[in-house]
């Protein structure tokens, strides 16, 4: 097909282009001016879930934290996560399940169905991500919309966990993993985070639903890279952590537990649950000392599974197991994915997990 060129209109007489038409009433306007009409006119044929997409892609550094249930997000990394958002990074927190076989701690609680204590508990989690300054949270789902289940567990030993029993099929551990690390990996895809957080592979203290969490983010972080035939468009992570504690600290801190005669302290000088390696392999310490009533905040949202003690020196929080663990001002992580890089703290370890993250 051809055209024939419109003679140019002469400058001193006005735009004669139809109304309506591209261009319509640029003629002699600022064109950063028109511009911005024009973009303005595109955002306001988007959806609202889309135009919130878009605002978050406009943050130049973006975290995405995974984890199971509510309160791992407070308990693991709520100093880290307060921190980056105060600092006004974009913080995805993405929840797994909505813990409906927690094991609930107060008394007037324990009657809740399963069905109940997920809604409740997402209430809690509503209260925590508050606390913490998150504005985008979100829960896995599964193909046909729904929700994955809490997979249950038993306590094995003080701070170790185990597969539970009468499996949900409707439950995180039941799905196969490539499924769950897909839906995974559409979350990446969207928010196109430069650091993606989760557990260590033994999901921290060994609960079923951590580990799978641990490894469908792993899977998910490769299939978030690859090529698309959905027209969505790949995402390569930069810096990938997992939530440790260094062996020496957690040791110390148990000792001064004990010596302070708190119930149930595991022996110091014991086995370890999977969240605690050699201080070596220790790669970042985020200083949230500034955050450490962010992060109380939100554990105490977290009352169903959460008991915060703000008696001792240093305030401690107990899951149900009643094992005392130390709220210490900095949180400590294994760099998996990507390069360290400076500034570094006198041990050797990164201080900010985007550090060496081209914006």
């Known amino acids: 097909m051809t055209t024939t060129p419109q003679p140019p209109q002469p400058p001193d007489e006005p735009d004669r282009t139809p109304e309506g038409a591209a261009g319509a009433g ?3 306007r600022d064109p950063l001016e028109v511009a911005a009409d024009a973009v303005d006119d595109a955002a306001g044929a988007l959806q609202p879930e889309e135009l919130a997409a878009m605002e978050r892609l406009d943050q130049p550094r973006r975290v995405l934290f995974v984890h199971a249930h509510p309160d791992d997000e407070s308990i693991g990394n709520g100093l880290t996560i307060a921190r980056y958002a105060a600092a006004g990074a974009g913080v995805t927190l993405l929840t797994a399940t909505r ?11 324990a009657g809740l169905g399963p069905d109940e204590l997920a809604e409740h508990r997402t209430r809690e989690l509503a209260a925590a991500t508050e606390a ?3 504005d985008d949270h979100r829960f896995l789902t599964r193909p046909d919309g729904s929700g994955y289940r809490d997979s249950g567990m038993v306590w094995l030993a003080p701070g170790v966990a185990g597969t539970g029993e009468d499996l949900d099929p409707r439950a995180l551990t039941a799905a196969d993993v490539e499924e769950v690390a ?14 993606v957080v989760t557990y260590e592979p033994g999901g921290g203290y060994g609960h079923p639903d951590h580990v799978r969490v641990a ?17 969505s468009v790949p995402w390569q992570v930069a810096k990938v952590y997992e939530t440790v504690q260094p062996e020496s600290l957690t ?22 649950p999977s969240v605690v390696v050699p201080d070596e392999e220790v790669t970042t310490a ?16 977290h009352a169903s599974q959460v008991t915060v003690d703000l008696e001792g020196r240093e305030p401690v929080m ?42």
Not at 99 to 109: D, K, S
Not at 217 to 229: E, F, I, K, Q, S
Not at 259 to 270: H, Q, W
């Open 182 to 195: 897909e839906r995974v990996a559409e979350v990446v895809r969207e928010v196109r985070p430069q650091v």
């Open 132 to 134: 913490l300054g998150v």
């Open 26 to 28: 640029t003629l002699g």
């Open 318 to 359: 107990r899951l149900s197991n009643r094992v005392p663990q130390p709220v210490l001002p900095v949180e400590h992580f294994r760099l998996v994915h990507g390069v360290a890089s400076g500034p570094f703290d006198d041990a050797g370890r990164e201080t900010d997990l985007f550090a060496g993250v081209a914006l």
């Open 251 to 272: 040791r110390a801190a148990l000792r001064a537990l004990a010596a302070a005669g708190l119930a149930d302290v595991p022996d110091p000088d014991g086995p370890l």
């Open 286 to 301: 985020v200083d949230g000392a500034e955050h450490v009533a962010a992060k109380l905040a939100a554990l105490r949202a």
């Open 99 to 109: 813990g409906e076989q927690g094991e609930v701690i107060p008394a007037e609680l």
């Open 215 to 231: 490894e469908a983010t792993r899977r998910a972080l490769v299939l978030a890279a690859g090529d698309r035939h959905d027209g």
